[in-house]
């Protein structure tokens, strides 16, 4: 299947400048090809290199993720000081496009399963979420979407003496605002309302997927994961208190996807969602009956109910019957301030960087 097979000791050479990597271990594979970490005799370092299939659109997409990598690390990232990963070399290898990246350790993901899925304390939540901010600076400044932001793509910074460190990597989704092409993007929990909607995207669904991150360290399980993108915007309403403003869905291609009109729509005057929004979501029967198959709903595996009563009540972070140091409580009521301003149903109203 238009992958190449890998296996340890075999050398990804860049015939260009004839330097070698010998794969040393399989680190992960995906629709986009295979991730090998390798050895590099000349600068006796690992490193990561990723093996594109050779079809044209994982081709191009990858020939993307390389122009829009090399230009935020050396136009806007010189010194790397702003936790993007580095890009080191790309090559073609028998006809596979392949992009060595600096070499770094699990993903936030793994790092929850290891902490049993109960989430991280505050501190860490804190660390991570200030450093992925500083790269969500940067690519704004570049003008650059990630689109794929969520705990796979971002790793843990190995073996610095200092302090616990993260970098974004797989900017094998992204693209620049202003030259959005695709309608269908972003991992499903991470899905920002606008893409959801259909509805013109920007910057701004990364700082969606951010507050949906943020939230899932410190809960240990994400915030919206919904087994459809129906699923995922009820559980959106229900979290959130309110459905997404009218504005948005006049606007937005796919709201008859989700919502029925049941009120007028006044050119001009914004009307307020809740009990007096034109729009009403549709009932499980209702998709049912349009689909003509029963609506993917997931089940909900942690407490239902509001953002604040999520994040300051939490149960799973008391299993072991200890409250919460009164600090970190005092600093709850912080983090859902935080929070409300990522997961904003408004792009406009979002906070930026
Ligand atoms: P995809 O587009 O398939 O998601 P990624 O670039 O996210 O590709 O890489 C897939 C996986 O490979 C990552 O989730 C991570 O586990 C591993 N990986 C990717 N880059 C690195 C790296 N620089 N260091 C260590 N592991 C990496
Ligand atoms: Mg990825």
Redesign the pocket.
């Given at each position: 299947n238009s992958d190449l097979i890998l296996y340890v000791n075999l050398e990804l050479v860049n015939t260009k400048s004839g330097r070698r990597y010998v794969i040393k271990e399989m680190?992960?594979q995906?629709?986009?090809g295979q991730?090998a970490?390798c050895w590099d005799a000349e600068t006796n370092s690992y490193l990561?290199v990723?093996v594109i299939k050779n079809q044209p659109a994982f081709y191009q997409q990858a020939i993307m993720e390389v122009s829009l990598l090399s230009m935020l690390n050396e136009k806007f990232d010189p010194d790397d000081q702003h936790h993007i990963?580095r890009m080191l070399d790309f090559f073609l290898y028998q006809n596979h496009l392949c992009i060595a990246?600096?070499?770094?350790?699990h993903?936030l993901y793994e790092l929850l399963k290891r902490n049993s899925l109960r989430g991280l304390q505050l501190k860490y939540v804190r660390t991570f979420s200030r450093q992925i901010l500083d790269a969500l600076v940067v690519m704004k400044d570049a003008g650059i979407i990630h689109c794929?932001l969520k705990p796979?793509?971002i790793?843990i910074t190995p073996n610095v003496k200092t302090a616990a460190g993260v970098k974004v990597?797989?900017f094998?989704?992204a693209c620049l605002e202003g030259k959005t092409i695709y309608s269908y993007i972003q991992s499903r929990y991470y899905r920002s309302p606008e893409v959801l909607l259909g509805y013109p995207y920007t910057t701004a669904i990364d700082m969606w997927s951010f507050g949906c991150i943020v939230a899932e360290l410190y809960i240990g399980l994400p915030l919206f994961p919904g087994a459809s993108e129906y699923d995922v915007l009820c559980r959106m309403i229900e979290i959130l208190g309110g459905q997404p403003p009218d504005n948005l869905l006049r606007e937005a291609k796919n709201t008859g996807r989700f919502f029925q009109q049941v009120g007028s729509i006044y050119p001009g005057i914004e009307v307020q969602n809740g009990p007096i929004s034109a729009y009403r979501i549709l009932t499980e029967e209702e998709i049912e009956a349009r689909e003509s198959k029963k609506p993917k709903v997931g089940r909900w595996y942690f407490p239902r109910g509001r953002l604040d009563k999520l994040i300051y009540t939490y149960p799973w972070k008391n299993l072991n019957g200890e409250n919460l140091p009164e600090t970190e409580n005092t600093d709850c009521l912080a983090l859902v301030d935080f929070l409300r301003g990522l997961v904003e149903f408004d792009p406009n109203k979002r906070w930026s960087p």
């Amino acid at each position: 299947n238009s992958d190449l097979i890998l296996y340890v000791n075999l050398e990804l050479v860049n015939t260009k400048s004839g330097r070698r990597y010998v794969i040393k271990e399989m680190l992960g594979q995906g629709t986009f090809g295979q991730v090998a970490k390798c050895w590099d005799a000349e600068t006796n370092s690992y490193l990561a290199v990723k093996v594109i299939k050779n079809q044209p659109a994982f081709y191009q997409q990858a020939i993307m993720e390389v122009s829009l990598l090399s230009m935020l690390n050396e136009k806007f990232d010189p010194d790397d000081q702003h936790h993007i990963v580095r890009m080191l070399d790309f090559f073609l290898y028998q006809n596979h496009l392949c992009i060595a990246f600096e070499m770094l350790g699990h993903n936030l993901y793994e790092l929850l399963k290891r902490n049993s899925l109960r989430g991280l304390q505050l501190k860490y939540v804190r660390t991570f979420s200030r450093q992925i901010l500083d790269a969500l600076v940067v690519m704004k400044d570049a003008g650059i979407i990630h689109c794929d932001l969520k705990p796979e793509n971002i790793l843990i910074t190995p073996n610095v003496k200092t302090a616990a460190g993260v970098k974004v990597i797989d900017f094998g989704s992204a693209c620049l605002e202003g030259k959005t092409i695709y309608s269908y993007i972003q991992s499903r929990y991470y899905r920002s309302p606008e893409v959801l909607l259909g509805y013109p995207y920007t910057t701004a669904i990364d700082m969606w997927s951010f507050g949906c991150i943020v939230a899932e360290l410190y809960i240990g399980l994400p915030l919206f994961p919904g087994a459809s993108e129906y699923d995922v915007l009820c559980r959106m309403i229900e979290i959130l208190g309110g459905q997404p403003p009218d504005n948005l869905l006049r606007e937005a291609k796919n709201t008859g996807r989700f919502f029925q009109q049941v009120g007028s729509i006044y050119p001009g005057i914004e009307v307020q969602n809740g009990p007096i929004s034109a729009y009403r979501i549709l009932t499980e029967e209702e998709i049912e009956a349009r689909e003509s198959k029963k609506p993917k709903v997931g089940r909900w595996y942690f407490p239902r109910g509001r953002l604040d009563k999520l994040i300051y009540t939490y149960p799973w972070k008391n299993l072991n019957g200890e409250n919460l140091p009164e600090t970190e409580n005092t600093d709850c009521l912080a983090l859902v301030d935080f929070l409300r301003g990522l997961v904003e149903f408004d792009p406009n109203k979002r906070w930026s960087p």
